[in-house]
Every structure is written in C-alpha cells, then in structure tokens.
C-alpha cells in the first residue's frame, strides 16, 4: 500500500465521519436518536424516501481481546433492502456481520460497545443484558461455505421449526415446504425430503442453508459470503434467490466480490480496517464514491 | 541415507536445474536402496499378516480336531459345560451366556457414561480443564485388568452385597454384576477418549449453524455434534464391545469360577476368556481332548468378535458423514 492510501484512511476525524453518516442515515419513518438524526435531508430523500430502517449500528466498537476490530461504527440497515458489506480482506466485514446475531458471543474474550438497535421494538442486539438466543431466533445467518446438519433435507429445514416450539407432523412439513419454495428449492427435493443433505450438490445444499434459515421466520438474514465456494451458475441462482428475498425480509450481505454487490445490493458500506469508510445506495458508491478510497477500491486498485 | 537424488520430493529441483531425462535416468540408476527399503517394509507388513494367519490356523486346526470327536451341534446347544470332567460335557453356552452377561452390563456402564465425558470434555469443559483431565483418563486405561479384578472383588462387590443386603438378597462374593460394573468403569476411558477426539472433530462450521438458529449449548450437542460425531462414536462403541467380550483377569478373579448357564447377573459365572485362562495352566496334555476344547472356545470367541465388528463397521459407514 502507497502512503497516499494511508492518507485517504483517515477517516476517523470528525469532518469525514460527519459526512460519511449524512448518507447513512434517513429522517423519514423513525425518529433516530441524537446527533445521527439531525443529519441529513437531501441524501436519502430521494429514490428510497419509501424505506424504513430495520436497525441502526451506533457508535459500535468491538474487541478480539485487545484487538479493536470495529471501530466506531455507525449505519442504518434498511428494511426489506440488501445492505452489501465491502472491503478488502481482514476489514471487519464479517466481524460487523456477526454482532448482529451475537456469534461473537460463542468465543470467550470477545466484547461490545455501543448499540444495534433493532425495530420496530428497539431491541439492543449488543446490550449486555441481551440474551444471544433471543437475538438469533429473530436474525438468521447464511455462512461462507454451505454447512447443512448431516440429516435429512426435512429435518435441516425443520431445525428451526422445531426449536421454536413447532410440534406435529402437517405443521412441519408446511413450514419445511414453504421455506424450500422460498428458497427455490422445492421443485427439486420435494421427491425426496428424507435424503441425507450431503446427497445434494454445493448450490443446492447452500440454498438448503438458505431454505433452513427462512423455516425460522427471520427478520434479518445475514449472508457471509455466501457464494464464494460456488461455481458462476450456482451463484447467479444465489444471487437471484436473494432478490427475491428482500420482498419479505431484510438482507446484510458480506462480499468480497465487487460484482456482487452492485448486482444485488441497494446499499453499499465499505470498510477499511474496522472503519466504516463510506455508505451510500450502491449504485451512488459505485458510479460517484465520495472518498477517493473507496473509488480506488471498487476500481481494483487495492485490497 | 541416500542420494537426494532419489528422494521423489527433490526430483522436480533435480528437472529443474538439470534437464529432464537426466532426473529419470537418475531415479532409475539408484534403485537399490529404495528396492532394500521396499522389501523390508513388505517383510514387516507381511510378519504381520502371516503372525495372524498362524494364530488362526493354530486355532482352527486343533479346533478342527476337537469338532472331530465332538458334534460341532452338541457344541452349540448343550447347555453344561465340562470337558475335562468325567462324564465329560461339550455344551458352549453357559460360557457364552457368561460373556454375553458380563459385557452387556459392563456396556451399559461404559456407554453412557463414556458417551456423556466424552460430550462434556468436547463441548463444555473450559479447554484448560480439558487438557489435564484427558491424560489422567488415558492413564486409567493403562492400569493393569488385574487390579480392577482386585478391586472388583475386594470393593465392589462387598459394596453390592450390603445394598443387596438392604432389600434382604444375599448377593455372593462372585457375581457377573460385580465384574461387569468394574469392567465398564474399565472401558469407560476408551469409550470417552475415542468419542471425544470424533466430537472435536466435528467442524465450527456445523456447530455455528446450530447456534445462529437458535439453538443452546446442550441442543447444538445433542441435535448436531452427536449424530455428526456418530461414526467414530460407533468406532468407539466397536471398540468397547471387543474389550468387553476379549477381558480375561476381571471375570477371572471377581465373576466366580464355574460355568453356569443364566442370564442372570447376580449369579457367579464363566465367561469365554476365564474359561481358556483358568485351564490353560499347562497341566493339560498337548492333543487331549480338554486341551483341543480350548481352542474351540477360542474360536468362539474369535467369531463373536468378529460378528460384533463387522456389524459395527457396518453401522459406521451407515452413518458415515462426509462434512
Ligand atoms: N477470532 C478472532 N480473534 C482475533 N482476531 C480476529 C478473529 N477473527 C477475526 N479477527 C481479526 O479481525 C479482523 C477482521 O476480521 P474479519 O471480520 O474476519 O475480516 P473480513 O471478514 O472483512 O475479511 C482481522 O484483522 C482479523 O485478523
Ligand atoms: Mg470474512
């Protein structure tokens, strides 16, 4: 990296950070709290003045240990939109990904500050006195490489069904059909529900991870990286399957993949070492990024 | 050692400076060695085999002997056992009634409970704890059967026999119940050990996907890392069955003497093994007929062994997972 880079990541200085949040938060629908909500009119009141937010990242920080991972994050995820993560690897995508249903909480020596406020009942997803369980059966997750439960395609699905307290055979397999629709899997595996899971190809058996994570009923379904061990074909089906998604739920999606995330996203963060950069409607980040970082990034010129 | 030059790992540097053809030709001039090496691996691995082969031969070939002067149906159904007495007595079944008692309880001990160590260590004891407490099990494995014998004897079943006492049964100092407790407390190590290294083996990946839909700790290790581990948790299993039915010292001090034909597990009884270690002694001669039985309960042992392991491999590549 050239020291003309290092320069341009000076984000975290008051000016910047102030209009780096004039994009990222809307005055309509919700009163937001404090300073964030005063900002801005003219940014999102244009094409998107019909969304609302679904959860707001406030002056969020996050620790491995001594390691300052997120930095002061602040965002607002859209509803029923697919908010893309970028930037190169090791920026705290995934990281950022996995405060929203708490995954950090699974490893010790982790820890948060500041909110994810979660509507419309303003749920602290990071509070301390937020049970993580309570948090993932409202936000689900789609990972990186495909990871159904060695079990029969129905009972994958039917995990979630079944934790939530759904009992009795015709209620099952009406929440397993309608979540393997969802997830345009049904027309191949209605023939054969009692298959182990593995039996299905790597599209397949992610779109069963998809399938699985809508059997709950989510909110928010987070996707890390959800294609990067899929062929073109496969991704495309993915990539169109989260399309159809954002009609009934609210996408984050964490790619490393440029394409992808101007092929499905409406907004677009980037991030660079743990700092939130720049976020803005993705074709805006695109085609007129703000800070010369981030048109050096989506050019290819770093990272 | 020899050449570098021979070594496959260093052949693509070899092309690399020289051409090609030279690295071939090389290869193929410096054989001896590698051809020395070759041989002496086979000879180990064939010593192996052939010391197998002549194990069951030995086996077969005297109990061939004995099923010549006993009817190998008399041998399976009679149901006394006493070939060295007079009258004489060839039924098998008592000491199998012995084996099958005395491994049924000690796997009904060494299951469970090695089932459930095995998940506590995988999956909720803090890693330090892990750490110190998987050598002191290993360690529990290298005492020696014997002194569980002893233990047996000496302070399990005089246990037993004063709860037995509470209900007003008077358990006697020989039992298959008291052999079968400890034998289990035996296995236990093996079954824990082995079933933890296949819930380790489990991948993050599988456990996060129990977890980020909501699942808690005991449901991800229940409904997840347990059927994902299933197939080294049966390799485990297999393993408990083939300690079990092949023990020898325990049942020979603490399970009593005396073929007897039950199921029941308070009585004192024999089991395959004790049979063969308690006559074994040498005051037999070579070629008699008490001498040729052994062998053929040998071989019963060998086939129940074998039956046991073959079904279990059978259930492993059922559940086989490839994640
Ligand atoms: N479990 C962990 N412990 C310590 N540091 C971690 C851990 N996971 C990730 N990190 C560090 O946090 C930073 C962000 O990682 P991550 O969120 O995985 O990046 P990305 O998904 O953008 O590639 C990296 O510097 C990474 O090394
Ligand atoms: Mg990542």
Redesign the pocket.
């Known amino acids: 990296m050239t020291s003309a880079n290092v320069s341009n990541l000076q984000v975290g200085n008051a000016g910047d950070r102030q209009r780096a949040v004039e994009v990222v938060v809307p005055t309509h629908g919700r009163d937001v709290s404090g300073t964030i909500a005063a900002v801005d009119s003219r940014a999102a009141s244009s094409s998107q003045s019909a969304s609302l937010v679904k959860a707001e990242v406030r002056g969020l920080d996050f620790y ?2 001594k ?1 300052h ?1 997120l930095k002061n994050l602040n965002l607002a995820i859209y509803d029923k939109k697919i908010t893309a ?1 970028i ?12 405060c929203f249903n708490r995954m950090h909480d699974l ?1 010790p020596d ?1 820890k948060y500050s500041g909110e994810i406020v979660l509507h419309p009942d303003g749920l602290n997803l990071v509070g301390p006195g937020i049970d993580p369980i309570t948090v993932r059966m409202r936000i689900s997750m789609v990972f990186q490489k495909p990871n159904p439960f060695p079990k029969s395609i129905f009972e994958n699905v039917a995990f979630g069904p079944r934790l939530r307290g759904i009992k009795g055979k015709d209620a099952l397999e009406a929440e397993v059909q309608r979540a393997l629709k969802g997830a345009a899997l049904w027309e191949e595996c209605k023939d054969r529900l009692q298959d182990n899971a593995y039996r299905l190809s790597g599209g397949q058996q992610q779109r069963l991870c998809i399938a699985r994570a809508l059997a709950s009923d989510p909110e928010v379904i987070l996707f ?1 990286e959800p294609t990067s061990a899929l062929d073109p074909v496969a991704t495309l089906r993915i990539e169109e399957l989260m399309r159809e998604l954002r009609e009934k739920v609210t996408i984050i999606v ?1 790619t ?1 993949n440029m394409h992808q995330a101007s092929r499905v996203s409406d907004y677009t963060a980037f ?1 660079y070492l ?1 700092e939130l950069v720049e976020y803005g409607e993705t074709p805006q980040i695109f085609q007129r990024p703000k800070k010369t970082m981030t048109e050096e990034y989506i050019s290819g010129r770093f990272g | 050692m020899a050449e570098p030059i021979a070594q496959p790992a260093s052949a693509p540097q070899a092309s690399g400076v020289s051409t090609p053809v030279r690295a071939r030709i090389d290869r193929r001039s410096v054989p001896i060695s590698e051809r020395v090496i070759e041989f002496g691996l086979f000879l180990a691995g064939a010593s192996g085999v052939l010391v197998t082969v002549l194990i069951v031969g030995t086996l077969v070939y005297e109990a061939v002997g004995y099923f010549r002067e006993v009817p190998i149906l008399d041998f399976l159904t009679g149901t006394s056992w006493g070939p060295q007495f007079v009258p004489a007595s060839h039924g098998v079944l008592p000491l199998i009634a012995g084996t099958l008692v005395t491994t049924l309880v000690a796997l009904l001990v060494a299951v469970p409970v090695g089932t459930i160590v095995a998940l506590w260590l995988s999956e909720y004891a803090p890693t330090k704890l892990r750490e110190s407490v998987k050598p002191v099990l290993e360690l529990l494995s290298a005492v020696p059967t014997v002194v569980f014998g002893y233990f047996a004897l000496l302070f399990v079943i005089p246990i037993l026999q004063t709860m037995f006492g509470w209900v007003g049964y008077e358990l006697g100092g020989f039992n298959m119940l008291g052999a079968g407790l400890v034998m289990g407390i035996m296995i236990v190590p093996y079954v824990a050990s082995l079933s933890e290294d296949a819930m380790r083996a489990v991948p993050k990946s599988l456990r996060e996907g129990a977890y980020a839909m909501g699942a808690t700790k005991f449901q991800t290790c229940v409904q997840v890392v347990f059927p994902a581990a299933l197939s080294g948790i049966t390799a485990a299993y297999i393993l408990a069955v083939s300690r079990a039915l092949g023990e020898t010292m325990i049942v020979v001090v603490a399970a009593g003497g005396q073929p007897n034909f039950t199921m029941d597990p308070l009585q004192q009884a024999q089991t395959l093994t004790a049979y063969i270690a308690s006559v074994a002694k040498g005051d037999l001669p070579v070629g008699s007929i008490g001498y040729r039985a052994i062998f053929a309960v040998g071989l019963t042992l060998l086939v129940m062994t074998l039956f046991f392991n073959v079904g279990g491999h059978w259930l492993r590549q059922r559940y086989k997972e490839a994640y």
């Open positions: 491995y240990g390691f991972a993560l930037g190169p690897s090791g920026c705290g995508k995934s990281t950022l990904l996995r490893y982790t890390d964490v490393h991030m743990g």
